[in-house]
């Protein structure tokens, strides 16, 4: 486990304040974002994969940890310098952020639709992309309400072979995904549009917390 900065603890204590029937996915909340950092801190990157809203919900913490989501991140002052001199540089470096590395699996329609059309082998696209961009040290992130995609599962073996961190972010009963991972974050929630709602408010939340740990200050 990690210890939470300040701003890291009001990150925590306003989600529960916002959902405090999320308390109970707090520890394994808090082991992701500690991953995070041992990830982040060795040069590594954050996979995610899903199907329908969770592509969706994947594509969505991509979007939120590669620019700004509510801190300032700027650009570093060598890099500010290496840039003054190339092609839009000096308005680059002025509105460039810092991202940290995430990538959505399963977006690239060549890759996905090739290995649907070449292999006998079905749903397993994520699996192979993933073998492709994961190195260890990685984390990856597979989400699935139910806890059973056959895709997510595939990719998790891949992260786990080559040495990656497997995560599932999944409903109450968790499925075989919450059983194969590393760290199993199981949202409350009776229906798939329950469940998705608290996975947006776990995934918003450890977004803020990576994010605040590396840049402290507000917008």
Do not use: W
């Not at 199981?186 to 605040?212: D, M, R, W």
């Amino acid at each position: 486990m990690i210890n939470l900065s300040k701003v890291e603890r009001e990150i925590v204590d306003a989600m529960l304040a916002r959902r405090p029937d999320l308390e109970a996915c707090l520890d394994d909340l808090l082991a992701l974002h500690a991953d995070l950092v041992r990830c982040y801190d060795g040069g590594g990157k954050l996979l995610v994969c899903g199907n329908g809203g969770s592509c969706a919900d994947a594509m969505h913490i991509v979007g939120e940890l590669c620019k700004s989501f509510e801190r300032k991140r700027p650009v570093p002052a060598d890099v500010v310098i290496r840039l003054q001199d190339l092609p839009m540089g000096k308005d680059l470096s002025r509105r460039l952020e810092v991202g940290l590395s995430a990538v959505a699996l399963g977006l690239n329609a060549a890759l996905k639709t090739a290995v649907e059309n070449d292999s006998p082998l079905r749903d397993m696209a994520f699996a192979q992309e993933a073998y492709a961009l994961t190195k260890p040290g990685d984390v990856l992130i597979a989400i699935s309400t139910s806890g059973n995609a056959d895709n997510g599962l595939m990719a998790m073996s891949i992260a786990k072979a080559v040495g990656a961190t497997t995560v599932s972010l999944t409903g109450p009963a968790g499925g075989r995904m919450a059983a194969f991972a590393d760290i199993a974050i199981k949202a409350p929630g009776n229906s798939t549009k329950v469940v998705q709602e608290a996975h947006l408010v776990l995934y918003h939340t450890f977004c803020a917390l990576i994010e605040g740990h590396y840049f402290p200050e507000m917008r």
